[in-house]
């Protein structure tokens, strides 16, 4: 079943995301309006593999559809990501069930199917750290009952599949992802997301009571020790295009401080203040941040789509974390500027700065990132 959809032009996405934004963002409802769209502009399947149907999207095209997506809502371009990925990865390395992803696929042709996993946990924390999640999968006569709470899991509310991490109630404990249904009973929203950025990201708390999935309905199970944790240098498809989606956030604000320099014209000044070396040195610096980190994330997109063995994971964890930083950066310069105005609610800018704000805290966080890229510096 394909899942070709005909795109409509990025700019258009772009506008109608913006124009959606501020509302979801003072409600923090779930986005469906949004992500109709970006269904509509055939983006949430891009990532599907040729071999389904679909244009099998690299980690460029993705970075740059995150980054576009980014400048409009990030929060709908997170909840979109993680659909994106879970396509990549099928197309990677294929491991869903043979008749269930033929399935999700023909039902992604018609309407916006989302796809995310929950992994992070209360006790535990994130995967990045290590540790045995405390979410159980027990056996049936006829499959697994999962049971567990499960944090930060964003589009909870849209979710067509929760890709659970759990550990077996064998024995022998096994660790493994089991895919779960989203409108499967036993599954509650248990804390509702109130955060300073993304706000319309639905990243919930949800618990799994007892909910009963088919004996099939799991992927890499085996025993737990290295091979079942995450693997923090690893991912560069994950990381690089991460990194876009903020750096689209950036690039937003940056749109609303020129339109603000070339607007604002003080009594005082009798001209723009576009045209003050303040504002002038201000524009350079923060484009310089910008240019200079889209660089380092498209270029290395770039090298990992052309299977350059050269470039490194260490590197693409490098140009998340200083993407990260420039993107942060930017937006600081930018609000700092404007003053009051910046950080005025019901002005763009004051969300753009709230929204940067979630860049460095994505697994790996900054100081499991360094830490990878230092060992591997020291090595002998």
Request: aromatic letters at 6%.
């Amino acid at each position: 079943m394909s899942t070709r959809v005909t795109a409509r032009p990025a700019t258009h996405v772009i506008a109608r995301l913006a124009e959606l934004a501020p509302a979801y963002d003072d409600s923090a409802a779930f986005p469906a309006e949004s992500l109709q769209a970006v269904h509509e502009a055939g983006l949430l399947t891009a990532t599907v593999g040729e071999r389904y149907g679909g244009r099998g999207a690299g980690v460029g095209e993705t970075a740059r559809i995150l980054h576009t997506l980014g400048q409009g809502d990030p929060s709908v371009a997170l909840i979109s990501a993680m659909t994106l990925t879970t396509h990549a990865r099928q197309n990677t390395l294929p491991h869903w069930p043979d008749e269930l992803y033929p399935r999700v696929l023909e039902e992604s042709a018609e309407r916006p199917v989302l796809i995310n996993h929950a992994r992070v946990e209360p006790d535990l924390g994130s995967p990045a750290r290590g540790g045995l999640p405390a979410t159980r999968a027990r056996r049936t006569a006829d499959g697994w009952s999962i049971s567990g709470t499960k944090r930060f899991v964003t589009g909870a509310e849209g979710l067509d599949w929760f890709l659970v991490w759990a550990t077996t109630d064998e024995p022998e404990p096994r660790v493994g992802t089991f895919l779960v249904p989203g409108g499967s009973l036993g599954i509650e929203i248990t804390g509702r997301w109130d955060h300073l950025g993304l706000r319309a990201s639905g990243s919930h708390d949800v618990t799994f009571r007892e909910v009963e999935i088919p004996y099939e309905n799991v992927v890499g199970l085996g025993p737990y020790g290295p091979a079942a944790e995450q693997d923090n240098r690893a991912g560069a498809s994950l990381h690089l295009p991460l990194a876009a989606l903020y750096l689209g956030v950036a690039r937003a604000a940056q749109t609303f401080f020129h339109t603000f320099a070339h607007t604002r014209v003080p009594a005082n000044l009798g001209h723009p203040v576009a045209r003050t070396e303040r504002f002038r040195r201000a524009a350079g610096e923060i484009e310089i941040l910008l240019g200079a980190a889209e660089q380092l994330v498209f270029d290395g997109a770039a090298r990992v789509d052309a299977g350059d063995s050269s470039y490194t994971p260490e590197q693409a964890l490098g140009a998340r974390v200083l993407a990260d930083r420039h993107g942060v950066r930017a937006v600081e310069l930018a609000v700092r500027l404007l003053g009051n105005p910046g950080l005025s609610r019901g002005n763009p800018l004051e969300r753009h700065f709230r929204d940067i704000q979630c860049a460095p805290v994505h697994a790996p966080q900054e100081d499991i990132a360094l830490l990878a890229i230092g060992t591997k510096a020291l090595a002998p």
